[in-house]
């Protein structure tokens, strides 16, 4: 069974760029979360999607924003892109019978 | 300060020896306790998972909660040099989880 796909797995952008990220969830699961890991802060959550509403959202700023498809692949952008963006992202999809997280490999940005 | 707190080591420690790691944390809310382990350049993995307080194991790794307390520990029975990662505790509820920081640990062969 394929597992989360993330892509791409690196990029370099520099600043004041902007940046989207795809994940590709476990077929069949329909909730995808992002997080962003950064050595610093850990892994600080983004926001989660379901069947294509964002049902939460953490402490970022607009400049971070997503979107889910009827498939359940989800992307999130970046816009206007600072050095401190510089991290991996993460995203999970999640088992709704009993919530297990299924994290992907990540996209490590970085911001030059 | 931070919804959950854990020491990011390192940590480094002989094979065969008890790794005990730990972390607390704040918010009462929280519903799901979980340990996720982390190699380097890989996406974290899913290693212990519960919902109550008490101890829960599974082969080499037990799982501890004590909600009255807002602690969480992990421990790791005789160790191996493959168990070195990071490790990461984890909590939340039905949207999100909050995380540690994250412990490196290292088993020396």
């Known amino acids: 069974k394929a597992g989360v796909t993330q892509t791409p797995r690196y990029l370099i952008k520099t600043r004041g760029q902007q940046v989207t990220l795809s994940c590709s969830p476990i077929?069949?699961?329909?909730?995808v979360s992002w997080y962003q890991q950064t050595p610093g802060q850990g892994l600080q959550f983004l926001f989660e999607?379901?069947?294509?509403?964002?049902?939460n959202k953490g402490n970022f700023p607009g400049r971070f924003s997503g979107r889910q498809f009827s498939n359940s692949r989800s992307e999130m952008n970046v816009s206007t892109l600072e050095l401190g963006d510089s991290a991996l992202y993460l995203c999970?999809?999640?088992?709704?019978?009993?919530?297990?997280?299924?994290f992907g490999e990540g996209s490590r940005l970085t911001v030059l | 300060q931070k919804e959950v707190e854990q020491d990011p080591g390192p940590l480094s420690v002989p094979e065969g020896a008890i790794v005990s790691l730990n972390c607390t944390y704040s918010?009462?809310?929280?519903?799901?306790f979980m340990w996720y382990r982390q190699y380097s350049r890989k996406g974290p993995e899913l290693l212990m998972y519960?919902?109550?307080?008490g101890n829960k194991e599974d082969g080499r790794f037990t799982a501890q909660v004590d909600k009255s307390s807002k602690y969480i520990s992990l421990f790791i029975r005789d160790s191996q040099p493959s168990d070195s990662a990071t490790y990461l505790c984890?909590?939340?509820?039905?949207?999100?989880?909050?995380f540690g920081a994250g412990t490196t640990v290292t088993v020396r062969a």
């Open positions: 918010n009462s809310a929280f519903q799901y």
């Open positions: 519960t919902y109550s307080s």
């Open positions: 077929s069949g699961h329909r909730s």
């Open positions: 999607y379901f069947s294509e509403t964002q049902r």
């Open positions: 999970a999809s999640r088992r709704e019978t009993d919530g297990e997280l299924f």
């Open positions: 984890a909590m939340g509820d039905d949207y999100k989880l909050s």
